[in-house]
């Protein structure tokens, strides 16, 4: 064994391979040597009966290389769990992806092609928002709705307190907590109420004039049932004298039929959300990011905070998100949309390809992502 340890090829004679040459101008040479390396070391690790020649290592590489100098697989989401965070939450749409692509060469992100001049950076990504959301309204777009949590606390409250409900300090997953996000921003965070319980009262008790804001934030992975009550955004806004924020998480911008108890941007800003926050890669189904949605005067304010600029997002999501929202429907909202018939005849597919003694059962799936908790699909 230790003798075909010793004879296995060099890494630079299994490299010089013709078979490798166009993986090594397609994917370059580092990576395709360290598949390489790799693929040596497995041979040590657990050697053939003969040593393998140059040629048969290089055959073993080719056949493991994937299409793009990525570590990353893409895999098939058979989960039951629509948006699964461990799978890169929400896949794009083809129109996405592609939108991608047109943005990743020189493209006129600043720039007015008609004048030469600088041009204002994602314009119309802001306008497919808020024709979506289809009320008079502005929105501006972060890196993901924790940095629009961030910039809100910093903008909107700075030193001073936003008050929140203790029913509503929630932990979203891997540890990320949203008081703490809040109070790391050097906010004081005035906890009302209790876990089950919060009255109109109880935020107008601990409301001064350094209160920034008051935070609704909807409790995505849990529920809460029994002897509960809340106060809805439009009596705070009716009866309170500061704005108040909506964080909804998931990011549908509009009711979805199937998900009735789920919050969207529309129904809130209809409410008087000063401000609604949520994620692009829920259920709202495009790339990673924040959006920001409301009052223009807030949005400003928001905009031209010196810390926008570190939650600033680049021309990929900016493209995705245009696509997402203007294109056809994305694979998140067609998954919920999907009968149950035709998921059935898939699995009967899918099953007499596979062959052998495989049958079908029926089972639950869930919305995942943080959304819609409790809702079985
Ligand atoms: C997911 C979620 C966030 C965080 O959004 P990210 O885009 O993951 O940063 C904040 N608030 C709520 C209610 C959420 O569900």
Known sequence: MGDVRRRLPAVDSVLADPILAHDITHLGRAFVKRQVQKTLTQLRATPPQHPPTAVEVAEIVAGGLPPAPTSLRPVINATGVIIHTNLGRAPLSPAATQAMTVAAGATDVELDLETGQRGPRGV???????????????????????????????????????????G????????????????????????????????????????????GFVIKVYPSNFTVEGFTTGVSVEHLRHNLNVPVVADIGSGLLRPHPRLPHEPDARTMLR?????????????????????????????ETLRRHPLARAVRVDKFT???LEATLLGPPTPVSQALDTQVEDLWARAQRIATHVGGNITVHPSLAAVGGGGAPGVEL
Request: hydrophobic share 45%; with cysteine.
């Open 124 to 166: 119309a990504t802001v306008e497919a928002i808020t024709q979506t959301v289809g009320l008079d309204v502005a929105a501006h777009v972060v890196n993901n709705g924790a940095g629009a949590l961030m910039l809100a606390c910093f903008a909107l409250a700075g030193r001073g307190n936003v008050v929140i409900s203790r």
């Open 168 to 211: 509503e300090m929630v932990e979203i997953g891997d540890g990320f907590r949203i008081p703490e996000l809040m109070s790391a921003t050097g906010v004081e965070l005035r906890e009302v109420g209790t876990t089950n319980r919060t009255h109109l009262r109880s935020y107008h008790n601990s409301m001064d004039n350094h209160t």
């Open 271 to 299: 409410q008087r959300a000063s401000l609604v926050i949520s994620s692009g890669d829920k259920l709202l189904g495009g790339p990673q990011a924040g959006l920001i949605i409301g009052d223009g005067d807030l949005i």
């Open 318 to 320: 900016l493209a995705a």
